[in-house]
C-alpha cells in the first residue's frame, strides 16, 4: 500500500512558477514509477511528467522545457516545478505511484489544485 499527499497547489498569473509537492508514505527508492497528471476541467486525465527509477525524467511535449520532475529521497517526496505557466496549466494535479511486486499496485493522491490566471 502507499498513500500519496500533494501540496503546493494555488493560483498563479501566467508566466508564473509553482512547485508540487507529493509526499510518499513508504521508501521511494522502491516505487517502479512516479508520475504527475493533470485533469482539467471536462477533460480526461494525462500525464505531464513521469519519473521511472533508473531512467531519465519524461516530460509530456506540451510542457517540456518548463516543467521537472525530481525526487528527495531523504524525505521521501517527489516534485513537480513548474515554470512559465500558461492559463492551459489550469487543473487539479495528481501525484500517482506504480509499484509491479509482489503484485501490480496504482496508486493516487486526492491532487491539487492549479489555476493560471491573470
Not at 34 to 42: E, K, N, Y
Request: net charge negative; aromatic share 8%; charged share 15%.
Amino acid at each position: 500500500q502507499v498513500h500519496l499527499v500533494e501540496s503546493g497547489g494555488g493560483e498563479v498569473q501566467p508566466g508564473g512558477s509553482l512547485r508540487l509537492s507529493c509526499t510518499v508514505s513508504r521508501d521511494i527508492t522502491s516505487i517502479d514509477i512516479m508520475g504527475w497528471h493533470r485533469q482539467a476541467s471536462g477533460e480526461e486525465r494525462h500525464s505531464v511528467a513521469t519519473l521511472i527509477t533508473g531512467a531519465a525524467p519524461i516530460i509530456a511535449d506540451h510542457v517540456k522545457g518548463r516543467f521537472s520532475v525530481f525526487r528527495d529521497t531523504s524525505t521521501n517526496t517527489l516534485y513537480l516545478q513548474m515554470d512559465n505557466l500558461k492559463p492551459e496549466g489550469t487543473a487539479t494535479y495528481y501525484c500517482n505511484a506504480q509499484v509491479f511486486l509482489p503484485s501490480h499496485g496504482d496508486y493516487w493522491g486526492q491532487g491539487t489544485q492549479v489555476t493560471v490566471s491573470s
